[in-house]
């Protein structure tokens, strides 16, 4: 066994209390001169000797320590003690604990009554509000209050461990709060990314839509040039159709940029289509329906067939005299979509004997848009156009 060696070298010392304790720093000398004998502990040279071992110890050790001790739990501290004391060190030896601290005794005297009926008491971070230094503060203690027994084994006073952990609670609470703020702007800072992604994402989505219509457009428009002009009469007249039928595409668009090319309501797409058709014949068209959202195909479908129909109208159906009426309606039969052209009141009609690009664009090719059919009866009482088909569901970016 090697644990002896640790007294190897060391010199046996014979020294008396009162020297031994004079040596332990500013409170020992303190402890030594102060007058007991005006205290419940009676003069020093007259203390047992468990309490002048236990004061020597307590004395002599660096950490913040106090005694307790009889009726009044009479005060002593060593050295270390101090500083937790601030202000109130001075004059805090031999007096009643609640003489040092009146504004906790009653916080704390359930503790100490646990002590003094024998149980140990461990407290961690305890927070308190004391007055030391002439101001009151919120401090944080860990401490223990241990019992001390007399020669019989009876409890006669604490012995009360303690170190202030306010900093250290401040410093914990602050970096709770920093890394609180930390995970807080780190979400931020990840929410951001998400949503510049997201943002990404959808520039990608309307960059491809956007090429996607403008190979439509183009190659809608293509084919309108490209059969106006073979159809006309003429050069002068192919650049009249042209232009009119292109106007009614651009009709149609600014409908789409307005409601930012998702999808348009036919009552607007109708409206637009045939605004520029009336010129003051505004009391002699009705139009309405259910309201329908119909995507960019169908929307331009029905517009350049309204555009047909009325420049037809204008020059030789219900819109070339000063009587004729229109009216247009529209509704869903079951799962199929109806749309009806009528003209009234104009002048007797009967069917062409040539069919030109219009008539092929209003009976063949706005049905394909709707996987349909449309029909066209000259009645002597007007022309009456329908278009049956289907309506998908409108585009959504």
């Known amino acids: 066994m090697r644990t002896p060696e640790a007294w190897a070298g060391v010199a ?25 004998a005006a205290t419940p502990l009676g003069p020093i040279d007259a203390w047992p000797e468990w309490l002048r071992t236990l004061v020597l110890t307590m004395a002599s050790s660096p950490h913040p320590m106090s005694l307790r001790i009889g009726p009044h739990l009479t005060t002593i501290f060593n050295d270390a003690f101090v500083p937790l004391l601030g202000e109130r060190a001075n004059g805090a030896l031999g007096k009643r604990f609640d003489e040092i601290w009146p504004e906790l005794f009653d916080e704390v005297l359930p503790w100490l009554r646990r002590a003094l009926a024998g149980e140990p008491v461990w407290k961690k971070d305890t927070p308190l509000w004391i007055t030391r230094n002439g101001f009151e503060e ?31 609670v401040k410093t914990q609470s602050a970096l709770e709060r920093a890394n609180q703020t930390m995970s807080i702007e780190v979400e931020n800072a990840m929410r951001a990314l998400s949503q510049r992604d997201e943002a990404e994402r959808q520039q990608r989505i309307l960059k491809h839509e ?23 009469r003429s050069v002068p007249h192919a650049a009249e159709v042209t232009a009119a039928r292109l106007a009614a595409y651009a009709r ?47 929307s331009l479908a029905i517009a350049l067939a309204i555009h047909e129909l009325a420049t037809n109208a204008v020059k030789y159906g219900a819109l070339s005299n000063g009587e ?15 749309f009806q052209w009528r003209e009234e009141d104009g002048p007797e009609i009967s069917p062409p004997e040539e069919h030109g690009f219009g008539s092929i664009l209003t009976d063949r090719i706005v049905p394909q848009y709707f996987s349909g059919r449309a029909t066209r009866v000259f009645d002597p009482s007007g022309l009456r156009y329908t278009l049956e088909g289907e309506i998908a569901a409108p585009e959504v970016n």
């Open 138 to 168: 919120l401090t944080y203690w860990t401490f223990a209050y241990t019992p001390v027994r007399d020669a019989r084994g009876r409890v006669a006073g604490i012995l009360n461990i303690v170190s202030e952990t306010t900093e250290v």
């Open 210 to 232: 956007l090429i996607h219509r403008m190979k439509n457009m183009l190659a809608v428009i293509s084919s309108m040039v490209s059969h106006s002009i073979l159809s006309a």
């Open 252 to 298: 149609v668009q600014e409908v789409f940029s307005e409601g930012a090319w998702s999808d348009a309501d036919l009552h607007q797409v109708v409206a637009a289509a045939i605004a520029p058709h009336l010129a003051g014949k505004e009391k002699r068209l009705t139009f309405g329906g259910p309201p329908i959202r119909l995507n960019a195909q169908h």
């Open 12 to 36: 046996a010392t014979d020294v008396d209390f009162v020297s031994a304790l004079r040596a332990c720093g500013t409170q020992g000398a303190a402890i030594v001169g102060f007058d007991w």
């Open 324 to 338: 004729g009426r229109i009216s247009m309606e529209w509704c869903m039969d079951e799962a199929r979509f109806v």
